[in-house]
């Protein structure tokens, strides 16, 4: 392994970047860490087609809510935790942890905030600088990338829903949109790195697209297994923010900004990138999809006290839908669950 003294790498290219995730509900973060990668690629002297912001599946968003209130369930069944206060309103009390927004909703809450996002930055970006983006569907478009998962069944012995793993998704998602010469790099933050070295396929996972970690405020990430296949799919890696990377207290990468070449029959690039800019002053890595859900409960939780039981919220906010028949609708209508789904949530 040997450190290149230049600040990026030499060969630009074209790319198309994905941006992932469970967006439920997602926030000015999810969309602004797309942004951040662009300006990244561009300083690098590369060009950007397009940012893709692609929701998860529903049917992992289900896996989640089932198996946080049932790990809630155990507790509150011991005396531990507080349950749901009872409401004889046929719409359920919303928790934190039983907020759904279906695939749909994700993709409209995305495209409505990119919208707002592009008419704040028209008055002062270069229209060379700016770039495509849009949110998509994609892993309800692509069924046949669903498959069945060892993490899920130790979790939901009684039944869970098919998924699609990050590996088949940057698969799929490479071999279409590499066509004519793109290049894919996937963006994730730095709180995912430590865990990536578990990933299903993680030896091959990124060898056909580039992987952009956004930093965290912290010195060091500890990969909580041996990291020599992740960053065996990599050719170089790329430093422009220093974290600490260590496994078992040992340096993998140390803290120093510049570009570590490390085999040159890989095509692929770890790029590590600063955490995202204040926006108004405002830090960025605070904003999180739990906060917000839990906002929307204390909200109805407020206005209960106030007389207002779920269903009059719903009428007072001009709101047509719910979350409990999004979560039902999803998981009783499911071609996808292994084995058969209890009758009851």
């Known amino acids: 392994m040997s450190t290149v003294s230049s600040d990026s790498p030499k060969d630009a290219a074209t790319y198309v970047v994905l941006v992932t995730g469970t967006f439920n509900p997602p926030h000015i973060g999810h969309v602004k860490i797309g942004d951040h990668a662009v300006?990244?690629?561009?300083?690098?002297?590369?060009?950007?087609?397009?940012?893709?912001?692609?929701?998860?599946?529903?049917?992992?968003?289900?896996?989640?809510?089932?198996?946080?209130?049932?790990?809630?369930?155990?507790?509150?069944?011991?005396?531990?935790?507080?349950?749901?206060?009872?409401?004889?309103?046929?719409?359920?009390?919303?928790?934190?942890?039983?907020?759904?927004?279906?695939?749909?909703?994700?993709?409209?809450?995305?495209?409505?905030?990119l919208k707002i996002s592009d008419e704040e930055a028209s008055s002062h970006a270069a229209p060379s600088t700016r770039v495509e983006r849009s949110a998509l569907d994609y892993e309800h478009k692509r069924p046949d990338l669903l498959q069945e998962s060892r993490y899920w069944a130790e979790r939901l012995p009684d039944g869970y829903l098919k998924t699609v793993p990050t590996a088949a998704l940057v698969k799929a998602f490479s071999d279409e949109y590499t066509k004519g010469g793109n290049r894919v790099a996937v963006v994730f933050g730095a709180d995912l790195l430590a865990y990536m070295t578990k990933w299903k396929n993680v030896g091959s996972l990124f060898r056909s697209c580039d992987l952009l970690i956004v930093g965290r405020q912290v010195?060091?990430?500890?990969?909580?297994?041996?990291?020599?296949?992740?960053?065996?799919?990599?050719?170089?890696?790329?430093?422009?923010?220093?974290?600490?990377?260590?496994?078992?207290?040992?340096?993998?990468?140390?803290?120093?900004?510049?570009?570590?070449?490390?085999?040159?029959?890989?095509?692929?690039?770890?790029?590590?990138?600063?955490?995202?800019?204040?926006?108004?002053?405002?830090?960025?890595?605070?904003?999180?999809?739990?906060?917000?859900?839990?906002?929307?409960?204390?909200?109805?939780?407020?206005?209960?006290?106030?007389?207002?039981?779920?269903?009059?919220?719903?009428?007072?906010?001009?709101?047509?839908?719910?979350?409990?028949?999004?979560?039902?609708?999803?998981?009783?209508?499911?071609?996808d669950w292994i084995p058969e789904p209890p009758s009851k949530l």
């Not at 912001?53 to 809630?72: A, F, G, M, W």
């Not at 422009?240 to 570590?260: C, D, Q, R, S």
């Open 219 to 335: 010195a060091k990430v500890s990969f909580t297994s041996d990291p020599k296949d992740l960053l065996g799919n990599f050719k170089a890696i790329h430093v422009e923010y220093p974290i600490h990377l260590t496994f078992n207290e040992t340096t993998v990468v140390a803290n120093k900004k510049g570009t570590i070449t490390r085999d040159d029959t890989k095509t692929s690039t770890l790029h590590i990138l600063p955490p995202l800019p204040k926006v108004k002053e405002q830090s960025l890595e605070d904003k999180s999809s739990t906060k917000i859900r839990k906002a929307i409960s204390d909200f109805f939780r407020t206005l209960g006290q106030c007389g207002y039981d779920p269903e009059l919220v719903v009428e007072l906010l001009g709101i047509s839908k719910d979350w409990k028949s999004h979560l039902l609708r999803a998981k009783d209508s499911s071609k």
């Open 39 to 113: 300006k990244h690629l561009q300083a690098c002297g590369h060009t950007v087609r397009k940012v893709i912001y692609s929701p998860v599946h529903d049917n992992y968003v289900v896996n989640k809510i089932l198996h946080k209130n049932k790990v809630k369930s155990r507790v509150d069944a011991k005396g531990d935790g507080s349950s749901s206060s009872s409401s004889s309103s046929s719409l359920p009390m919303p928790s934190p942890d039983s907020l759904f927004f279906p695939m749909s909703e994700r993709v409209r809450l995305l495209e409505r905030m």
